[in-house]
């Protein structure tokens, strides 16, 4: 089992960046593909951005593509999310999770199976 802490979020302005952390638990983070997905109030969550088990392979989102960027350091069990030229549509609460299983660069949630808790943030125009 791996447990999924993010930490990072807040509030920023159009423009601005952010850097979301998320911490893993365990020793086996180094074997699972990596993903971050957000969530606005009335909307359905969404897929952002995710990596694979090396670190060597990243797929984004259209929304995001060229202003965010994932990366993860497996000997620290910590993934990352990079977030530049952000915009008030940004505003969400993000989550990351972990996959093994197939299509997890697919951009569904169903291949992830643990998810952390969430952070806010919050981009103000």
């Known amino acids: 089992q791996v447990q999924l802490v993010e930490s990072g979020g807040g509030l920023a302005q159009a423009g601005g960046s952010l850097r979301l952390s998320c911490a893993a638990s365990?020793?086996?983070?180094?074997?699972?593909?990596m993903g971050w997905f957000r969530q606005a109030p009335g909307k359905e969550r969404e897929f952002v951005a995710a990596?694979?088990?090396?670190?060597?392979?990243?797929y984004y989102a259209d929304s995001v593509k060229g202003r965010f960027t994932i990366s993860r350091d497996n000997a620290k069990n910590t993934v990352y999310l990079q977030m530049n030229s952000l915009k008030p549509e940004d505003t969400a609460v993000y989550y990351c999770?972990?996959?093994?299983?197939?299509?997890?660069?697919?951009?569904?949630?169903?291949?992830?199976?643990?998810w952390g808790q969430g952070t806010q943030v919050t981009v103000s125009s």
């Open positions: 999770a972990s996959a093994r299983r197939p299509g997890w660069s697919k951009g569904s949630a169903d291949p992830y199976d643990y």
């Open positions: 365990g020793r086996t983070f180094s074997t699972y593909n």
């Open positions: 990596i694979n088990w090396s670190g060597g392979t990243t």
